[in-house]
């Protein structure tokens, strides 16, 4: 049958049996030359009348490691929820075909059955449950009616041995970091007979180390003959892990390219992705600090009750007016504890040390003194603690700056709408109006407008707290610009990443933490990895 035949049986229904065999393997003289695990044909979806999803085709072979990637919004996690089956069959048009059979998934257990797992960004799992518990939660294993806990446990201790986790069953998830977690989440997909393994953003939220554990624990599935598809913005990751990566932009399939070929590189990977050349991922910017101290902590020190111990202790830093000041340091280091503790001490900790804003001494007691002040924070949690998820991006976007858009007490509602515009176009946010659902936006785009609700207070000192977790390398570049305009500006920003490439990129000068301490303060010039991790681990 001819291509366009192909396509119009297709589109018109299900892929028969015929076809179905067709789709899963290519012959030529003979012998087979590939054998695809899935395949998806045509995926289009719609929401509200805006399209997602364009005639995407996507395949991944058996046993390989397939990276997806994209920017925010390109449609990347739309795809895998219809591939899960939390956009149901008949909520698009297109056709999924795996191990050969064309699927109809109308619910996730459907394709969980299958054997297609995916572990989201967000991580979900019961914390007050034990491991082996969480595991087993929807697949507990039962004899004559009953949960057997003993062969729960043991089989919960091969499936930890399996993904290396060295932890003891009974342990309370709570309990755990987040790299354990997310093996956690990996022995569950595994407990499940899974042939498919789909992870979105598995790094995102962990350290250079969980990190490298977590990449090397897949590659050694693969071995093993696990298909793994993996979501991800961190392009490194991408070149040292994926046999292929195919480019999704805009909804629509750009290309596939194959490592074996030498196709995949951070080069032709962000001209793919964004559809230009981005030659320097850091902008560079030309305005030198002033030698004006806008914010400097002496022997600063935070104590949290709830833990009982130190969180910050004996921090002496500066920042000066027109620089960004990077932290840099292990995740549970103490970066985000420093930024609550200056942000009107948000968790209410017990302080000692000194404060001097603009050269003054003081003390900031709420984080309402602290926007007064003109020190705003974007939380690293932004679904959590930064966002209204139930409200749309103009609402979010005004939410810290209510006064700034009030006349009389009254909201004036078209300056709401003017500010919110003027911040969706700069951030480059990407929806459908301004009246989207922030919950309903890529992870990406979140962060921008997290990002802008801030800079509408006006501050003087912005705390971006890992400003580029989960967003692309498009969104990452125009975020950067943004922050080299605003020092343009005369505005300071101490970030906080955990991505050594970031803070290396971005920094003027940069503090290194460890256990709630600065372990060194380093010039950009003077600045590598090496020394960053070495201070970082002390």
Not at 59 to 81: D, R, Y
Not at 333 to 342: D, V
């Amino acid at each position: 049958m001819s291509s366009p035949d192909w396509n119009k049986q297709r589109k018109g229904g299900g892929l028969s049996a015929t076809f179905s065999t067709l789709a899963i393997a290519f012959v030529k003289g003979g012998k087979e030359m590939n054998h695809y695990i899935l395949e998806m044909h045509d995926i289009s979806k719609e929401f509200t009348g805006v399209k997602a999803l364009s005639d995407v085709s996507f395949k991944v072979e058996e046993g390989e490691i397939h990276c997806l990637i994209g920017e925010n919004g390109a449609g990347k996690s739309t795809l895998m929820k219809v591939l899960s089956g939390v956009y149901p069959y008949g909520t698009y048009t297109g056709d999924i075909v795996f191990e050969g059979v064309v699927q109809q998934f109308n619910k996730i257990s459907d394709s969980v059955d299958t054997g297609i797992a995916i572990i989201y960004q967000e991580l979900a799992l019961f914390p007050d449950l034990t491991v082996y518990e969480n595991i087993f939660a929807g697949n507990e294993i039962k004899h004559g009616g009953y949960i057997d806990w003993n062969k729960t446990i043991v089989e919960a201790q091969r499936l930890l041995k399996k993904v290396k986790l060295h932890v003891n069953p009974d342990t309370l998830v709570r309990e755990l970091s987040v790299g354990k977690r997310q093996l956690v989440e990996i022995a569950k997909a595994l407990s499940k007979d899974v042939k498919l393994l789909i992870l979105d953003e598995p790094t995102a939220a962990l350290n250079e180390n969980d990190s490298e554990n977590l990449l090397a624990l897949l590659k050694e599935l693969k071995e093993q003959g696990m298909t793994s598809i993996m979501i991800s913005h961190k392009l490194k990751e991408v070149i040292s892990i994926a046999d292929k990566a195919t480019v999704i932009r805009d909804g629509k399939t750009i290309c596939t390219l194959d490592a074996r070929q030498g196709e995949i590189s951070e080069r032709v990977i962000i001209k793919n992705m964004v559809g230009r050349e981005i030659e320097n991922i850091y902008p560079k910017r030309r305005k030198k600090s002033e030698d004006q101290r806008i914010l400097e902590l002496k022997n600063w020190s935070a104590y949290d009750p709830q833990l009982g111990r130190e969180v910050v202790k004996n921090v002496n830093l500066h920042v000066k007016k027109g620089e960004i000041v990077g932290i840099a340091g292990l995740m549970g280091s103490g970066r985000t504890e420093l930024a609550l503790s200056l942000f009107g001490n948000a968790k209410s900790y017990k302080l000692e040390g000194e404060l001097f804003w603009n050269g003054m001494r003081t003390s900031l007691n709420h984080p309402r003194d602290a926007i007064k002040a003109g020190i705003a924070y974007v939380t690293e949690d932004r679904k959590d603690d930064g966002l209204f998820l139930l409200q749309d991006i103009k609402s979010n976007i005004s939410a810290a700056n209510l006064h700034g858009i009030a006349t009389n007490g009254v909201i004036n509602v078209n300056e709401e709408i003017k500010v919110a515009e003027r911040y969706k176009a700069s951030l480059h946010i990407k929806a459908s109006s301004l009246e989207q659902l922030v919950g309903n936006l890529s992870g990406g785009n979140q962060q921008k407008v997290s990002v802008g609700k801030w800079l509408f207070v006006g501050p003087k000192l912005l705390i971006l707290d890992e400003p580029t977790r989960g967003i692309d390398v498009g969104a990452k570049f125009e975020i950067y610009t943004v922050m080299n305009e605003l020092i343009e500006q005369g505005l300071s920003i101490v970030m906080i990443s955990s991505e050594l490439g970031e803070v290396l990129g971005m920094s003027d000068r940069i503090y290194v933490m460890a256990q709630g301490q600065i372990k060194g303060e380093i010039p950009i010039e003077e600045a590598d990895q090496e020394q960053i991790m070495e201070l970082a681990t002390q």
